[in-house]
Structure formats: structure tokens, C-alpha cells
């Protein structure tokens, strides 16, 4: 079980975090669990996927509200229709949110086709699978002290926690995170535009383009740069979602 996975940030930082105030799961990660005083396996494993569970549902809510904004800009297109300013400032954002460029300011079939690949759910199996072997169920350094489940690195000198195995000469942080939902938030954002996982994101789209449902197990092999060790991850992973499978509420 790797606390930290080599190829995780890919020289993708954490996106800017809000205030505390502005934080809209702040009442359900007021507290954390002490994991490491949770002894029996099966009670840290329900309590470690509750914890996180409402993050990832939220993470998904957006996406699939930014999804459906995209699909009916996509209606709007194939009808002809012009898209109006309140449209154009919301794809503004969007294309700066998920690094996509606009061509000469408009929308048009390519980048739409290249948001709708970013702009896509992730399972829950396969988020909490990778939470949990990324921050040992909740019980790592990274997890305790920084509210990082996932082993996001950070490469601005003061920006995290310093790992103590950190190779000499090397410069990278373990990104530290106000919640535990920005610590999701930003595993989503990295997971969903970073070209280090475009083969994931392929497999998606073929499950959609095929009318499937979008499942964790294949998304899974398309992981193999978010870790060092590579296709030994990936099967880590998907064995995590297979074993774990009486707690998943979807794929």
C-alpha cells in the first residue's frame, strides 16, 4: 500500500482553496474520525468510505450539472441557435476550469468534444479505493495533518507537508488541504484534465458512447501513471474495488 504515489501531481497543482466559510461541506468535515483508533477492519472501512462518501457525491452533483450544461449547449448547436452572452461567460469558465482553449473565443464541435471527455463522473468504487490505499485508510501522516487522501504533490517550497523519504535534491510537497472535500475536489480536477490519465478518460467515453454505465473497475486501467509502480497499481486498485464491492452505492 503506497501513502504516496510517484506520478500522482504530474505538475498539476491543487486548485485555489476557499475560506472555511465559503466551504460548502464545512458542517460535515467539522470533525475527523480517528482511524487509527479504529481497530476492527470492517468498522474502519465503513466509517472510512462514510466519511469521505459526501464529498464524492458533491464532486459528482457539479459535474454532472457542468455536463448537462455542456449536452444542451450541444442541443443549441445542432438547432442553430446562437449562444447568448450568460452562456458564453459560463463556457469561459469552464474552458479555464478544465484547461481546454477556446478557438478564436467560440465554441465549436472539437472543444466541445474535448470538454465532454473531461467533463464526466467518477465512480465512487474507484475514488475510495484509491483514498484508501493512497492515505492507508485515513491513518497517513498526509491524511492527519494535511487533509490529503489522494498524494497530491505541490512544487512551491512551503506549499505542504515534506515527505520523509523525499530524495535528495528533490523539491516537491505533499499538498496540504483545508477539508477533506478540497482534498476530493482537487482528485477529481486532476484525474479529469490532466494528460497523464487522457487514457482513462478514453475509457470512459467509450462507455458512454456505448450506453454503458460508467464503472470503476475499467476506468482503473487507465491509472497506471498515477503511480510508479505502474500496471502493479492499477491491479491493486481494481482487487480494492472487487474486494471492497458490499460498500459501493454505484460503480
Known sequence: ??????????????????????????????????????????????????????????????????????????????????????????????????????????????????????????????VLSQAANESGWGRSRFAVEGNNYFGQWCYREGCGLVPSGRTEGASHEVAVFASPHLSVKAYFMNVNRNPAYAELREIRALQRQAGQRVEGQRLAEGLHRYSERGHAYVDEIQSMIKHNNQYWRQG
Request: glycine letters at 4%; charged letters at 20%; proline letters at 8%.
Open 1 to 126: 500500500m503506497m501513502v504516496l504515489a510517484g506520478l500522482t501531481a504530474c505538475g498539476e497543482p491543487p486548485p485555489t482553496t476557499p475560506t472555511t466559510a465559503s466551504e460548502p461541506l464545512h458542517a460535515v468535515y467539522a470533525t475527523k474520525p480517528d482511524f487509527r483508533a479504529i481497530t476492527d477492519v470492517k468498522q474502519r472501512k465503513s466509517a472510512f468510505f462514510d466519511y469521505l462518501r459526501p464529498a464524492v457525491v458533491f464532486e459528482n452533483q457539479r459535474i454532472e450539472g457542468e455536463r448537462q450544461f455542456l449536452l444542451d449547449i450541444q442541443q443549441q448547436m445542432d438547432a442553430g441557435q446562437p449562444l447568448g452572452s450568460d452562456v458564453m461567460a459560463q463556457v469561459n469558465d469552464l474552458s479555464l476550469a478544465y484547461m481546454v482553449t477556446l478557438d478564436s473565443d467560440a465554441v465549436t464541435q472539437p472543444w466541445l468534444n474535448s470538454m465532454l471527455k473531461r467533463v464526466d463522473v467518477l465512480p465512487e468504487s474507484l
